[in-house]
């Protein structure tokens, strides 16, 4: 046999072993989906959680995040998706701009600031010994990583592509935090990073996700973790290029990342937890005379979107409707509100029945 038959003969192999692995994969990700189902059957309905910066500003609000998880965990498959605490992105993004203006030193302060934010908060949340030793060894690893990327600033990196390295961060070390909440508050979880599974266009800073694989590859991900039982803790915002360079989706655009991860797990509901009740008429911080709305429409609420309200991402809206799945906007801090509820009309008497949900 000639070298070249050789060759093509181990092409050959490789490609078809690629093929089984991924037809094995997708196989593992259609019996837990059928796992699901069937669980759904029973009543246990499949819901996505998306916490702000601001609901996971420090250990205190983690773990009371962590709980209004816990009570939905007890009867429906969960997963979350997080954002970087409140103010983190902003200080990644200043270390970009610090290391292309040449601020070296100050770049590298900024990232060991950033780390020792996290580290602190991991101090406050008492974590049995084992677990924090886990938990602080995965923050430390971020962090040495961080610090890699700001050391070695000069390599030939667009500056897009490296504020999109930097900003990425944020969610993932929010998310290895949450998910130690949520250990903590008894529910089983595990950190994911998006970017193993959300594939985008290579336009850093403001990526477009290629959905129909993000799907196919996020479903080999996530539906055997919630078929064990997991609470799947996702970072938001962040994607890969196709060959796996870190991207994000723009600013604020970790409401978008809920909408496609709960687009990818066919949750039933998609929950944004903010700082405010619901959508409201007007700024209720601004106008007095503004009015929670209770229900709304997709179409209204895309349009609110797009007008400039800021309490939902223009594009979350376009991707919930194509399923139907209803999007709620509620308040960590005020879990026995109503909020407000996005989806198609409900019948007069679920309309009663929905006004007690939690």
């Not at 796992?35 to 959680?49: H, T």
């Not at 409401?255 to 700024?283: K, R």
Request: glycine share 8%; aromatic share 4%; charged share 25%.
């Amino acid at each position: 046999m000639t070298s070249e038959n050789v060759q093509a003969d181990e092409i050959n192999q490789s490609e078809g072993q690629q093929a089984a692995n991924n037809f094995a994969a997708q196989a593992r990700a259609e019996e837990s989906l059928t796992e699901l189902k069937s669980r759904a059957a029973g009543g246990d309905e499949v819901i996505a959680f998306k916490f702000g910066g601001t609901s996971l500003l420090g250990a205190d609000r983690m773990l009371h995040a962590a709980q209004i998880v816990r009570s939905s965990a007890q009867t429906s498959s969960v997963v979350v998706i997080v954002s970087a605490m409140k103010g983190v992105t902003d200080r990644l993004l200043a270390i970009g701009s610090a290391l292309v203006s040449g601020q070296a030193t100050a770049a590298r302060a900024e990232a060991d600031g950033v780390v020792s934010t996290h580290l602190a908060v991991l101090n406050d949340l008492r974590l049995e010994e084992d677990d924090d030793l886990r938990v602080r060894r995965e923050i430390q690893a971020l962090g040495r990583d961080l610090s890699h990327d700001v050391s070695n600033n000069l390599r030939p990196l667009a500056v897009s592509e490296l504020l999109d390295r930097l900003a990425s961060y944020g969610e993932r070390l929010s998310a290895r935090l949450f998910a130690a909440a949520l250990e903590k508050s008894d529910v089983a979880a595990v950190p994911v990073t998006s970017s193993d599974f959300v594939r985008t266009c290579e336009t850093f800073r403001d990526a477009r996700p290629d959905l129909l694989e993000t799907r196919q590859r996020g479903r080999e991900v996530l539906l055997p973790l919630l078929a064990d039982g997991l609470v799947p803790v996702v970072t938001g915002f962040i994607g890969a290029a196709p060959d796996g360079r870190i991207t994000t989706m723009g600013r604020n655009s970790s409401d978008f990342s809920g909408a496609i991860i709960a687009h990818v797990v066919d949750a039933d509901e998609l929950v944004i937890w903010t700082d405010v009740d619901g959508i409201f008429t007007a700024n209720p911080r601004e106008n007095q005379e503004a009015r929670l709305l209770h229900e709304m429409s997709y179409e209204e609420a895309h349009a609110l979107a797009k007008s400039g309200a800021k309490v939902l991402h223009a594009k979350v809206l376009p991707l919930a409707a194509e399923t139907d799945m209803v999007v709620w906007v509620r308040n960590t801090f005020n879990p026995a509100g109503r909020g407000t509820r996005i989806g198609p009309p409900l019948e007069a008497s679920s309309l009663a029945d929905d006004g007690g949900k939690q």
